[in-house]
């Protein structure tokens, strides 16, 4: 069965400091993957998501990047942490045709 | 562009209440339509869809959501509470021809022995 991991689980960073959150998928090939900021009240925003390897589309702009070095693994970056940047971040994966996204159980993010 | 509402942003029910959950979506075209539901401390995990074929679709743990065309709704459904049904509740769509969901902002169900 597939599975999807993300860590670290919680991360507190300063400003300023650069940003790595790592995303795996098991059990699956070619996925499509994809990256989410979940704000209280304000439901899931998508932030990027991608088709395969090398192939990142962002929804939004913003001070975060994304990056696709292998089939399975998704990488949410920033090379300077914002506080705005704060929030709970969430993968997810699907098959390649699209149709119902799976998640992980996220990565809560506090930038002071 | 398309949305999802969720006109109920907090909803506080007892035990054995009836539940349902609104949800509106505004797109013309062919559309999946998701429930998810984040249980404290929990993964967003899947909750029920449509796809197609019957309108009324039953979901785990005694969920089901009827999709109207006619009124671009999408509302979950529940005869009977448990205090275990305590959770955030979102509502996702996702048009045919695109890889994306769009959620609406949730609505946080508390239930009440």
């Known amino acids: 069965s597939q599975t999807i991991h993300q860590w670290p689980a919680t991360l507190v960073q300063p400003v300023g400091s650069p940003l790595s959150l790592e995303c795996t998928v098991e059990?699956?090939?070619?996925?499509?993957l994809y990256w989410y900021r979940q704000a209280a009240g304000r439901g899931l925003q998508l932030l990027f998501y991608?088709?395969?390897?090398?192939?990142i589309s962002s929804e939004v702009p913003q001070n975060l990047s994304a990056s696709r070095p292998q089939d399975r693994q998704f990488i949410l970056s920033s090379k300077k942490l914002l506080l705005s940047d704060s929030g709970f971040y969430l993968c997810?994966?699907?098959?390649?045709?699209?149709?119902?996204?799976?998640f992980g159980p996220g990565t809560r993010l506090l930038v002071l | 562009a398309q949305s999802v509402s969720q006109h109920n942003h907090h909803v506080i029910l007892s035990e054995a209440a009836s539940l349902e959950l609104g949800c509106n979506y505004s797109y013309g075209g062919t559309v999946n339509l998701f429930w998810y539901v984040q249980y404290p401390g929990q993964h967003l995990q899947l909750l029920l869809k449509?796809?197609?074929?019957?309108?009324l679709v039953k979901g785990i743990k005694g969920f089901e959501a009827e999709f109207i065309k006619s009124k671009f709704s999408f509302n979950l459904r529940k005869p009977s509470v448990q205090w275990s049904d305590t959770a955030e509740y979102f509502c996702a769509v996702k048009s045919h021809n695109t890889d994306k969901l769009i959620f609406g902002t949730g609505t946080r169900l508390q239930v009440f022995p």
């Open positions: 449509y796809f197609s074929g019957d309108p």
């Open positions: 991608s088709v395969g390897i090398g192939q």
């Open positions: 059990g699956t090939s070619n996925p499509n």
């Open positions: 997810a994966w699907s098959g390649d045709r699209a149709e119902t996204q799976y």
